[in-house]
């Protein structure tokens, strides 16, 4: 059983920066792919980021691309995802997950977290 507990989340003004944390327990986060995804008023989930389980290797979401950059610090069972230039189409909840499997994806992820609210203000 794996536990996710992010942090980092509030209130910016648009162009703005934040840094989600995503803390893992449990002692195999180091080979597990990690995930972030999304959830605005209204909509589905949807995929923002995903790193494989030594950070060789990450995939982004169009939306994101260039301006989220997503990192793990296996020696801290964490995960982060930096946010910059942001657009008030970036508010919306959002979730870390896990996956038991070195390799990256978007999807088969098991681990959820609770998620962290993020607002983008124009």
């Known amino acids: 059983q794996v536990q996710l507990v992010e942090s980092g989340g509030g209130l910016v003004q648009a162009g703005g920066s934040l840094r989600l944390s995503c803390a893992a327990s449990?002692?195999?986060?180091?080979?597990?792919?990690m995930g972030w995804f999304r959830q605005a008023p209204g909509k589905e989930r949807e995929f923002v980021a995903a790193i494989n389980w030594d950070g060789s290797n990450t995939d982004y979401a169009d939306s994101v691309k260039g301006r989220f950059t997503i990192s793990r610090w296996n020696a801290k069972n964490t995960v982060y995802l930096q946010m910059n230039s942001l657009k008030p189409e970036d508010t919306a909840v959002y979730y870390c997950?896990?996956?038991?499997?070195?390799?990256?994806?978007?999807?088969?992820?098991?681990?959820w977290g609770q998620g962290t609210q993020v607002t983008v203000s124009s």
């Open positions: 449990g002692r195999s986060f180091s080979i597990y792919a």
């Open positions: 997950a896990s996956r038991p499997n070195p390799g990256i994806t978007r999807d088969l992820y098991r681990y």
